[in-house]
């Protein structure tokens, strides 16, 4: 009895687990992905396990596919432009997926200019997906996109809540116009994309020649980056939260000379000085008497307060009294869910960065809410909506870290002072740092960003859309000057408030009709026909007022300011609009095939009555030699694509008004006037024009674990828009119009590697690197060179700034250093003109280059541009089971840089901070450098103004580094934690570099700052 009941029980427990036991078995699943519609086969359709992050395949060039899995999981298909499709395996059978078009998806890619499904595309379109964006920590998107993609410079600000500088394809216009538009859920904005949650981007897609921005006319010349921020998915409702700390340092510090060093620099300059005026005098009595005396008042250089911290060996550090220890943190939590009626994505960000100079703060609160909902088999509506909110602490004075960076090691550090002293004498142009942290500056803003639509669809093959944009933001300026700010001091306003008030309001209405149908199985048209009217208005009101008898309010009541007569009011108002009509027609034979003609018409209230309109066409076509027959041997290749696009765009971005001269009103002798702005209209202004040409090939080695993409584009730019000056005697300074024309080159190219690809640990790497090259090739009349003016005198050629022909925009022009004058070269210096300079043993002698004898203007030349050679990045990401390690390095080589910074600091005289290099300086004991002795009067030729300082900015930096474990759903079983991901990060870890500034990408006026932190995932 006993027995047969072991029997039984054995028998139960076997079956108990027998289902078990066949689910854990693992088997190869092999199968085919098709087009349900068209039966024909779907290459490259991406197949994850659900249960086994990172282990997955994707479909051959038949659609075929093989994996090995356990029974009872999951697999999931998906492909760009079909609904995604998840199928459990419950045995060995074959598996044959028919993937439906998601017609919708197609629709919303094309609206956004990104042309048809990724397959289909024929322009030069770059993507960044949200995975590749996760692997980076940041509040600002444009930190996780730096060194991502070909062809795209981003420069970002250091400095808490400013926005960083994009370029794509380099320069391709003079003066205006420069930068990329962003389009968010298809709302166009020209800026405010670093304002952005990165946790709620779904996608970035970069469009970077004439065929792919042609959809977005003239507000596309520049490039496009396309935003598409996240949905709802299918299923039950998911939950997450993402934080992560962070604590700043400054990546480097300056080597600056010690008190000692100083006191010895500031004697060896005035001695030097000295000697000059007087070469028979007896220099060491005249540094005993009057140099290095230590009474303060027989002494000429040194203050009592100086000449106590020398001699008591003191080292004062200004800048230590201003800086702080950096901080960063974000929370955002998000909420999603759909079913195949609609979906929902609910988002909340808050992100806050301490800035490293004292009070500066800025703190970001966003929201999100996308909507969408099939009302009808043939109705759909959707609305995407972000609300942003900030508030910034901005650095008080602009200038104040560079001052306290300056001040001099021997003077001690109080808010006594109301200007910095140099020596004996007070530098009225440099107020005192610690009185400026007493100005109260606050920066407000709200910003809603909305898109709501409305999609009708009658016929399966045709599609209406109507979208209505809204991008709305207000910002709030005040600061205060109070009583105890140099500020307030030197302007007698005994307390100043000013307060400033703007608003931006900018709508689109889009409107589209397509038509997608496949004939015969292998011709597929696509037809797309639109129109767009966009308004964008701009109004500010200004307030300032002084004479306050307390600082207790700061800027909040202006009405105690008792000084009536000096308040100051301004206000404008000014907008613009623009309307288009598109077509795009799409043609693609048997998936090899494409071939893309887009058109646009667009007019501007920025041109005058004759010149509003342009049309601006493209065409592109390419060609999958993949999917020849005489290809179909080569298993190596699986994919190999040639694009080539052709296409014109426009440009308009000038300030409004631009063809109208303006009248301001003003009042003088109490009686009303009308001045005019400076500016003479131009009545026949008119679009600037851009001719594109790109070549493109894609190729995919070794079952797609080996891509590259390299493109070549050849911009042509003709009617420049600028401004130049007009004759004094027509009464105006300047005019806007359509000047010369250019020409930028480049090659840009991208590989990505899956280099191991096993079940338990993967290494993927990507690289990119990209060049342009941009020459001036005509002015207007004959001229050769625009030269950009300032200076004291309003009349000096600048360095930066000038345009001359056949050099690239971005130069720098100075004069060639030639050498550091020693007492046997006097005889060759002695025969030169130097006009109204001295040159004596020690000092600097620029390069006669045209060897007249004469140095002038004429012997300055173009030392390098400021764009770089070449630049890119390299990302890998290398994953152990739930153990991932990702690095960023971007790179920029050939570039050159003015570094104000570093010429400062080797321009001291040892009344403020000096260089360490100073201690190289030449002396007549020290001939053997390149460093200028010591001086402390004028009338010799400066580091500033020969190409010596002139910094090589290249450099090599590894971005940011993420180490992070995942605990997947096994640890959690059926409660109600999904995953759970910790990681550490570092952002700006290792820059190696040349540059003797602080950074060579962000510059000196706010240095960069490293990162280090920690942070959290959490799934629901």
């Known amino acids: 009895m006993i027995k047969k009941l072991h029997i039984i029980i054995t028998l139960f427990i076997f079956l108990i687990l027998l289902p078990a036991a066949i689910n854990g078995q693992e088997m190869i699943v092999s199968g085919k992905a098709t087009d349900a519609a068209t039966k024909m086969a779907l290459p490259g359709v991406s197949i994850s396990v659900k249960e086994e992050p990172g282990k997955g395949t994707i479909t051959d060039l038949n659609g075929e596919f093989e994996l090995s899995v356990l029974s009872g999981q999951n697999l999931v298909f998906s492909y760009v432009g079909y609904k995604t499709m998840e199928v459990m395996v419950k045995g060995t059978d074959r598996l044959n997926i028919e993937l439906e078009e998601n017609i919708q998806d197609i629709a919303e890619v094309v609206i956004v200019g990104t042309s048809m499904k990724k397959s289909d595309l024929t322009g030069a379109v770059a993507t960044v997906s949200a995975e590749s964006l996760d692997e980076i920590p940041t509040g600002n998107v444009n930190q996780a996109l730096q060194g991502k993609i070909p062809g795209v410079y981003i420069q970002n600000n250091p400095r808490p809540g400013s926005k960083a500088s994009i370029k794509i394809r380099g320069n391709n216009s003079l003066q205006y116009g420069t930068n990329p538009i962003f389009v968010v859920d298809g709302l166009v904005i020209d800026g405010g994309f670093d304002n952005l949650n990165p946790d709620d981007i779904a996608s970035i897609e970069v469009l970077k020649d004439a065929s792919a921005t042609a959809i977005y006319g003239s507000r596309g010349a520049n490039g496009v980056v396309v935003i598409t921020t996240r949905k709802g998915t ?509 020409r930028n080159r480049g090659v840009e190219f991208m590989v990505d590697a899956a280099i191991i690809s096993a079940r338990d640990f993967s290494w993927d790497l990507t690289f990119n690197i990209a060049a342009d090259r941009n020459r001036v090739k005509r002015l207007y009349g004959d001229l050769e060179e625009i030269y950009n003016l300032g200076g004291y005198s309003n009349n000096e050629i600048q360095r930066e700034g000038n345009i001359f022909l056949g050099e690239s925009v971005n130069t720098i022009y100075v004069y060639e250093f030639d050498r550091i004058v020693q007492e046997s070269d006097m005889e060759y210096v002695n025969t030169l003109e130097l006009g109204s300079r001295v040159v004596k043993p020690g000092d600097i002698l620029p390069a006669d280059r045209d060897e007249n004898g004469i140095i002038n203007d004429l012997d300055r030349y173009v030392v390098g541009k400021t764009d770089p050679d070449f630049y890119g990045g390299l990302s890998t990401s290398l994953v152990y089971r739930n153990l991932k390690f990702s690095a960023n390095i971007n790179y920029s080589v050939g570039g050159r840089r003015i570094s104000y910074l570093y010429e400062t600091l080797m321009g001291s005289i040892g009344t403020s901070a000096a260089h360490a290099d100073l201690i190289n300086r030449w002396t007549p004991e020290n001939t053997d450098t390149n460093i200028p002795r010591a001086f402390s009067e004028g009338g010799r030729f400066g580091l500033g103004e020969v190409d010596w300082t002139i910094q090589d900015a290249s450099f090599l930096r590894l971005s940011a580094a993420t180490l992070s474990y995942t605990f997947g759903n096994q640890w959690f079983g059926a409660g109600f934690m999904k995953n759970l991901t910790v990681y550490v990060v570092g952002n700006n870890l290792i820059t190696l570099t040349k540059y003797k500034g602080y950074d060579p990408e962000n510059g000196d006026w706010y240095p960069t700052s490293r990162m280090v932190g920690a942070g959290l995932k959490i799934g629901i």
């Not at 500020?487 to 608003?503: A, E, H, L, N, P």
């Not at 009103?665 to 594109?692: C, D």
Request: charged share 20%.
């Open 234 to 742: 299918r299923g039950g409702g998911q939950i997450f939260y993402d934080s992560w700390f962070g604590v700043q340092e400054f990546t480097r510090e300056m080597p600056l000379l010690g008190g000692s060093d100083t006191y010895d620099l500031r004697v060896d300059a005035y001695a030097n000085a000295y000697m000059d005026r007087n070469p028979t005098a007896d220099r060491e009595r005249y540094i005993e008497r009057s140099l290095t005396n230590e009474n303060p008042v027989k002494n000429l250089i040194f203050s009592k307060e100086e000449l106590d911290a020398y001699m008591n060996g003191e080292t004062y550090s200004w800048l230590d009294t201003i800086v702080q220890k950096g901080f960063q943190q974000n929370h955002a939590v998000g909420f999603s869910g759909g079913n195949d009626d609609g979906n929902y994505y609910i988002s909340f960000n808050y992100n806050q960065q301490v800035g490293q100079l004292v009070q500066s703060k800025y703190d970001r609160y966003s929201g999100k809410v996308n909507l969408e909902q099939q009302v009808k088999p043939w109705f759909k509506a959707g609305t995407f909506n972000t609300f942003i909110i900030t508030d910034e602490k901005p650095v008080v004075n602009e200038n104040m870290f560079i001052t306290a960076l300056r001040a001099s090691p021997l003077l001690p550090v109080s808010g006594e002072y109301w200007y910095m002293r140099e020596g004996k004498i007070d530098n009225q142009s440099s107020s005192n740092p610690l009185r400026d942290l007493t100005i109260d500056r606050d920066i407000h803003s709200n910003r809603l960003m909305s898109s709501s639509y409305l999609q009708i669809k009658p016929l399966r093959e045709l599609s209406f859309r109507s979208t209505f944009s809204v991008d709305l933001a207000q910002g709030e300026n005040y600061s205060y000057y109070p009583t105890t700010s140099t500020q307030s001091y030197k302007s007698t306003y005994d307390g100043q408030s000013i307060q400033v008030k703007s608003k931006t309001m900018n709508w689109q209405w889009d409107n589209s009709l397509t038509y997608d149908r496949t004939f015969d199985q292998v011709h597929r048209v696509s037809l797309l026909l639109g129109t767009n009217i966009s308004y964008y208005g701009y109004n500010y009101n200004q307030q300032n007022a002084n004479g306050y008898n307390n600082d207790l309010f700061s800027y909040m009541y202006s009405h105690g300011a008792s000084d009536k007569e000096n308040f100051y009011l301004a206000s404008n108002f000014t907008s613009y609009s623009i309307m288009s009509a598109l077509a795009r027609f799409n043609y693609s034979y048997d998936t090899r095939y494409y071939i893309t003609f887009t058109g646009r018409y667009d007019g501007s209230s920025r041109f005058g009555p004759s010149n509003k309109w342009g049309f601006f066409p493209s065409v592109a076509g390419s060609w999958n030699i993949h999917r020849e027959q005489f290809m179909d041997n080569v298993e190596f290749i699986s994919r190999l694509k040639l694009r080539l696009g052709y296409g014109i765009a426009g440009n308009q971005n000038i300030p409004n008004y631009g063809y109208l001269t303006l009248y301001n009103p003003s009042i003088s002798l109490e009686s009303n006037i009308l001045t005019n702005s400076g500016r003479y209209g131009n009545p026949f202004l008119r679009w600037e024009r851009q001719e594109q040409l790109n070549v493109g090939i894609d190729i995919s080695l070794a079952e797609n674990r080996i891509n590259m993409t390299l493109d070549l584009f050849n911009i042509i730019n003709e009617d420049l828009l600028m401004q130049r000056s007009t004759a004094p005697s027509s009464g105006y300074l300047s005019m806007l119009d359509n000047i010369g024309a250019m």
